[in-house]
């Protein structure tokens, strides 16, 4: 069944033309349809409820300081947390120190990693005025040897996630991604804004093309404002790119890569998940949270988490607001139990449900 209500567009996108798998170097994907990482969200608990929906082809975790990585400390430990069942997994790592990016990629090689990617794209302020992120676009020079020491480093696939440039004035993307594939790296995934846009505006597809254009064999990935499968059609056939990573996109639909492989395989798709669904996916979400992190952690950290999903399913607000004032697994259980007994307000538990939008940063991105 064609689910159109919820695209952009008013057009069904045709299914895609055949297409040669997505490698990145070694590394034969399954999907060209990749979760993106997303600071305090892209843990463990969601990256398995992605992955048993299907249709996912590598997950990447949370960006990672590669400092604190070496330094096995607790928060580092969390991030990287994996498990059978979560693989492919990729990592993304931040920092400006080549040696000790080279030496956390080693680490995280022995590990098992399935790739190890470099974060160029962070726009916040406490990661760009140490050098890291966003910031190492407009250092070309020592950008280019840092990503060199790391491909030397191990022989798992590198790859880099960066924005076009850090303003209009500097977009940089294309020439950089040409040199990172002089450099061996296996793919660019690219954020279709720059560091001065922060998540404003729309995401510029053409600016995505050029860096296509630019290289010769490495696939680019393409990322920004993909919310559905119309939106994940415009990307492929604007740009040329050859996979999508989404991230806010799976967070307010976790079926969409699902979706986009079947799609893909016949030209039509299932609809997202109905009130059922979303509350099975969502119980299934916190138990993993739980098993985790604990109880007196995880009820707290699944909140936002939780809010989005029950405001999509229609569930009225004083329910939302206790289930928001849980504080233990039985709590929560019991205001889930009163959720699934109230049913959607005003819709039936198999319709479709509202269009879910995941808050995004305001305000300047010096202040984030």
Same mark, same amino acid.
């Given at each position: 069944?064609?689910?159109?209500?919820? !695209?952009? &567009?008013?057009?069904?996108?045709?299914?895609?033309?055949?297409?040669?798998?997505?490698?990145?170097?070694?590394?034969?994907? %399954?999907?060209?349809?990749?979760?993106?990482? =997303?600071?305090?969200?892209?843990?463990?608990?969601?990256?398995?409820?992605?992955?048993?929906?299907?249709?996912?082809?590598?997950? +990447?975790? !949370?960006?990672?300081?590669?400092?604190?990585?070496?330094?096995?400390?607790?928060?580092?430990?969390?991030?990287? %947390?994996?498990?059978?069942?979560?693989?492919?997994?990729?990592?993304?790592?931040?920092?400006?120190?080549?040696?000790?990016?080279? !030496?956390?990629?080693?680490?995280?090689?022995?590990?098992? &990693?399935?790739?190890?990617?470099?974060?160029?794209?962070?726009?916040?302020?406490?990661?760009?005025?140490?050098?890291?992120?966003?910031?190492?676009?407009?250092?070309?020079?020592?950008?280019?040897?840092?990503?060199?020491?790391?491909?030397?480093?191990?022989?798992?696939p590198v790859t880099v996630k960066m924005r076009l440039g850090w303003d209009d004035a500097s977009i940089t993307a294309p020439r950089l991604a040409r $040199?990172?594939?002089?450099? /061996?790296?296996a793919a660019v995934a690219i954020h279709g804004r720059t560091r001065a846009q922060g998540f404003s505006g729309t995401v510029n597809r053409e600016g995505?093309?050029?860096?296509?254009?630019?290289?010769?064999?490495?696939?680019?990935?393409?990322?920004?404002?993909? $919310?559905?499968? #119309?939106?994940?059609?415009?990307?492929?056939?604007?740009?040329?790119?050859?996979?999508?990573?989404? /991230?806010?996109? #799976?967070?307010?639909?976790?079926?969409?890569?699902?979706?986009?492989?079947?799609?893909?395989?016949?030209?039509?798709?299932?609809?997202?998940?109905?009130?059922?669904?979303?509350?099975?996916?969502?119980?299934?979400?916190?138990?993993?949270? *739980?098993?985790?992190?604990?109880?007196?952690?995880? *009820?707290?950290?699944?909140?936002?988490?939780?809010?989005?999903?029950?405001?999509?399913?229609?569930?009225? #607000?004083? =329910?939302?607001?206790?289930?928001?004032?849980?504080?233990?697994?039985?709590?929560?259980?019991?205001?889930?139990?009163?959720?699934?007994?109230?049913?959607?307000?005003?819709?039936? $538990? +198999?319709?479709?449900?509202?269009?879910?939008?995941?808050?995004?940063?305001? /305000?300047?991105? %010096?202040?984030?």
């Amino acid at each position: 069944m064609n689910d159109s209500s919820t !695209d952009t &567009a008013n057009a069904i996108p045709p299914r895609p033309a055949p297409r040669p798998p997505l490698r990145f170097g070694t590394l034969m994907l %399954e999907s060209r349809f990749l979760l993106s990482p =997303l600071a305090g969200y892209t843990n463990l608990p969601f990256r398995l409820v992605i992955r048993e929906l299907g249709g996912v082809g590598l997950c +990447t975790t !949370d960006l990672v300081n590669a400092r604190g990585l070496l330094a096995q400390t607790p928060k580092t430990c969390e991030l990287t %947390e994996t498990c059978p069942g979560d693989e492919p997994l990729a990592v993304q790592i931040f920092g400006h120190e080549p040696q000790v990016m080279a !030496d956390a990629a080693r680490l995280l090689e022995r590990r098992g &990693a399935a790739a190890v990617d470099i974060n160029m794209g962070c726009p916040v302020d406490k990661v760009t005025r140490c050098g890291a992120g966003a910031s190492m676009m407009v250092r070309p020079d020592d950008t280019a040897r840092l990503v060199e020491t790391v491909v030397r480093a191990v022989k798992i696939p590198v790859t880099v996630k960066m924005r076009l440039g850090w303003d209009d004035a500097s977009i940089t993307a294309p020439r950089l991604a040409r $040199r990172f594939e002089s450099a /061996g790296v296996a793919a660019v995934a690219i954020h279709g804004r720059t560091r001065a846009q922060g998540f404003s505006g729309t995401v510029n597809r053409e600016g995505i093309r050029s860096v296509v254009e630019a290289v010769r064999t490495i696939p680019v990935i393409g990322n920004g404002d993909v $919310r559905t499968v #119309a939106d994940a059609a415009r990307m492929l056939e604007e740009t040329g790119c050859a996979g999508v990573s989404i /991230g806010r996109g #799976a967070l307010a639909n976790p079926w969409i890569f699902r979706q986009l492989a079947a799609w893909e395989a016949t030209g039509s798709w299932p609809p997202a998940g109905s009130f059922d669904e979303r509350l099975a996916l969502f119980r299934r979400q916190l138990e993993l949270r *739980i098993a985790q992190l604990g109880p007196e952690r995880a *009820i707290p950290s699944i909140r936002p988490t939780a809010h989005w999903h029950l405001k999509a399913m229609r569930v009225p #607000a004083a =329910l939302r607001n206790r289930y928001q004032q849980a504080r233990t697994p039985a709590e929560a259980a019991r205001v889930l139990a009163e959720i699934e007994e109230h049913g959607p307000q005003g819709a039936s $538990r +198999t319709s479709m449900l509202p269009d879910l939008a995941i808050p995004v940063p305001r /305000g300047p991105v %010096e202040h984030w």
